[in-house]
């Protein structure tokens, strides 16, 4: 742990939250095989209802057989999206965090080191395609 | 096609352009197994130095077993990372060129559709993680 | 206080600024109801120009009342727009800022995590329209 | 309507779809007082799972009256954080609908007007903070 | 001009202008040695107050010579810096206008290519320095 | 040197690099003129292939003359594009490295400041060119 400031809201405690959000907590260690509740929603439970309703979302997308959905992405797939969003947006947290989560999938530096290339990578040529303003060649028909 | 304009910079006809650039249009249509010229590289065309490193780059990353490169991620996964950063930068030739590709990898409507929902709650959450000014739990230890 | 590092320019420290950019600092506390200057005007005051002008922007953006002119928005709601952006573009300062001002304004928790909820879906829901490259339905009639 | 072009996804059309797809088709245009399903909707009903799930959440966040919950905040405000937002990404879809949206909410040209100046004012001082790598002062201690 | 749709307020005309926004379109047909008021200004001409703010400030930083201010930078530079923001943002009409601006400026497709070459490997790196968190080196001591 | 945290991988030392690394180092040393290795190279020594590839590509745009390349830019010009392009993306690293640069090729801060006045304004113009959805005037005619 290293984090030195709050976040601009409190984190709730484990011990102190209501039997609400305890639920939710003991959902998410439980669904992610994790023994504490991180930050992010910890933040979250200030308000409930965003908790749930986010801890729901993501877990319906990012857990789906815990939710008896099927799924065409692999956990690894999935984290690898996850990552590749928040290096390009630039979230610290996020990327922290994400990095942590395929650490635990079983991913080495080799691999994170070339999900990092071909994100580098399409921030590169996304800025070339903009800075010439080219036009699509074809719409794909799916 | 439906391009209407140009770019801002001609687009090079493979017909009229020089011996340098005709090598690195033939490797591309010959490495991508397609047969026209992306205007993306038509545009590089323009300075054949950087189209040649350009395509260097991408042909390292996108494709490394035509370079003799192993890689740890499959084509599919290399595409839908490319789609990931191209959404989440809203680049439209960048959508519009890598969604084509991962409809030519054999991807379907839902599972285009399953990679834009974990796009899109990435995005979210980044939002949430910087709107709070969370940080970091720790640092994954690879 | 918790800053460790100075910017990557010095902070003008009000006791020994110039007459010019003192009178700046006045105006920022008296506008503001502050009684220090935030670190982001102090690193403008290298140059008293940018000071200047950066300030009576966010004068005449912010304050309209200060400056005689009409407003269609209230104070809260400026403030809101102010912590939007600063959450998608994940500007730390910013969102610091603009926090502890929606604070000082009355906001409290439940109103600000409505607020990041609002934020969160629509960096998700832009997300989504970028992804599948939606063309717009009609644009308004204003 | 001026769209030329489709999305990269077809576009449901509200006569051909299953029935659980009309159900939210039809609870969009009633909470919402529209007469026409948004092109962004019928993408998204593709996959009923995402239209239903993406649509729920919209519904909890942007019409809480509708689902019983209440608001700190009034719908203009509400729509003037998604405006926010879709301007600081550049997208245009969203632009779009939210400025319509607005438009129905009774807001005129001078408060859009108002609404983008302040948008630009802080994507110009967030470049400003990040450029300058400017340390918070204070975490708001709410 | 290839513009078919107008943006989401009416774009002012010069002829029907009142004669306050009239002085600011003589002015910055003056000042830029152009002979048409770009959509950008008519659009802002909405509210001659936004229009007039933006001009000075545009003119303050782009046109320093017709102020009366010394500069550090070049006309070309500074639209170099303009262009470079705007392919980092994906703004169309920008990145149109900066480019045109440079065309004028005697930039030619070489340099242009050149620039967005720079831009496009910075924001590779950019995403590489977020994607593995790296921690800065050391501060500059300006 | 201020930096308490690692990156989310190792930083290579140099003196335990391999050769192929050291190799690569020592023309990092040798074309920055510095005598460190910075931690952006460090923590892409990982992997010698991504280490190789993006130094070349670095060299070859940022140091054209040690490659035998001809420039349109000057190294302060190239640079400036780099501090422009990392401030919009709020890249704390990378700001903070490109400063460095700037002030090692004798920028001083009227100029940073001039230079961020620059970044800043066309922040805020692309935000209300995006807000209002500008359409181009025109194409430039390169």
Excluded at 34 to 46: K, M
Excluded at 72 to 86: F, G, N, Y
Aim: charged residues 20%.
């Amino acid at each position: 742990m290293y984090a030195n400031f709050p976040a601009t809201v409190p984190l709730i405690e484990e011990a102190h939250a209501s039997e609400r959000v305890k639920l939710v907590f003991q959902d998410i260690k439980a669904t992610k095989g994790i023994d504490f509740i991180p930050a992010f929603w910890r933040v979250l439970a200030n308000q409930p209802d965003l908790l749930e309703s986010t801890w729901l979302q993501l877990k319906r997308v990012m857990h789906p057989e815990a939710m008896g959905r099927t799924s065409q992405l692999d956990a690894r797939t999935r984290e690898i999206i996850a990552v590749a969003v928040s290096a390009t947006n630039g979230c610290a947290y996020c990327v922290n965090s994400h990095s942590a989560a395929l650490k635990k999938l079983g991913v080495d530096i080799a691999t994170l080191s070339e999900i990092m290339s071909i994100v580098a990578l399409f921030n590169s040529t996304n800025a070339l395609a903009e800075g010439f303003q080219i036009e699509p060649d074809v719409r794909p028909n799916f």
